[in-house]
């Protein structure tokens, strides 16, 4: 699985330095489907009944699903970019959040809604350990969220429509991982699970729509949405973030979890 992992993490690098004003979201799809064939992968996505891009790009009010095509983006749009891959049978799935222009074109709300995003996943996963209840991760998200949106003076909305999973041999297994809190505490973690934690947070409400293309989800007030995510391995020993390039081991120090990697 890091194999796998590894290649989404470096796809995603690959497409995330290729965001720029007047490119297209169906030339990150090409990219990142070019990238994942020549590094001994197959996109995953197309697996899934009815889908045929290996990324999905959702941009600005667009939550996730967003399909590749001819929209070019715009200094300024904050695209949310989500890539899964197979390698000799193993899933890989993660989500990065880019605005194109970088630091300079974002409004600074976009900007801090994502870093909220990303800083909500790592709480997330640093809340995955054995023998802990798979929920804590939602909870643990809901509440690195609202003290970002009290840090930030915003109000942020934690979509509720889609929610992480478990990963490994099919990219979505179950048991399903929550972004926020739920009244039970759910299954309790063992040594080796996989999971992939995916934070979705808008700038307003968390209700959300599907368009007539029967994919892309939107936010059903317009507001700007972020996605961020990661596959995860639990182990006795700690945590190995299968799908960022170095492992987690910066973020996980960063949060005090311990970092145990296999091998790379
Ligand atoms: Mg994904
Ligand atoms: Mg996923």
């Excluded at 350990?129 to 909305?157: D, F, H, K, S, W």
Aim: hydrophobic residues 45%; charged residues 20%.
């Amino acid at each position: 699985m890091r194999a796998a992992g590894l290649l989404v993490g470096q796809t995603l690098e690959v497409v995330a330095a290729a965001v720029a004003d007047g490119v297209t979201t169906l030339e990150l799809d090409r990219l990142a489907e070019a990238h994942i064939r020549d590094h001994g992968g197959r996109p995953s996505f197309p697996e899934v009944p009815g889908y045929r891009h290996t990324l999905c790009t959702s941009v600005n009010e667009q939550i996730v699903h967003g399909i590749p095509g001819e929209r070019a983006l715009r200094a300024g749009d904050l695209v949310s970019i989500d890539c899964g891959a197979i390698v000799a049978g193993w899933h890989g799935d993660a989500a990065v959040t880019v605005i194109v222009g970088g630091v300079e074109a974002a409004r600074p709300e976009d900007l801090a809604l994502s870093r909220a995003t990303e800083d909500s996943l790592y709480a997330g996963i640093a809340a995955l350990r054995v023998g802990e209840r798979l929920y804590a991760v939602g909870e643990a998200v809901e509440a690195c969220i609202e003290a970002a949106a009290a840090a930030n003076g915003q109000t942020y909305g934690i979509v509720e429509d889609y929610v992480g999973h478990t990963i490994g041999t099919e990219m979505h297994q179950d048991p399903q991982i929550f972004n926020y809190a739920v009244r039970t505490r759910g299954p309790m973690v063992r040594s080796g699970y996989t999971g992939a934690i995916e934070p979705m947070i808008t700038l307003g409400s968390a209700e959300s729509d599907v368009l007539a293309d029967g994919w892309t989800v939107v936010t059903s007030d317009g507001s700007r949405a972020a996605h961020w995510e990661h596959t995860v391995a639990v182990r006795d020993e700690g945590l190995w973030v299968l799908t960022a390039i170095d492992g987690g081991a910066a973020r996980l120090a960063a949060l005090g979890a311990a970092f145990a990697p296999l091998s790379d």
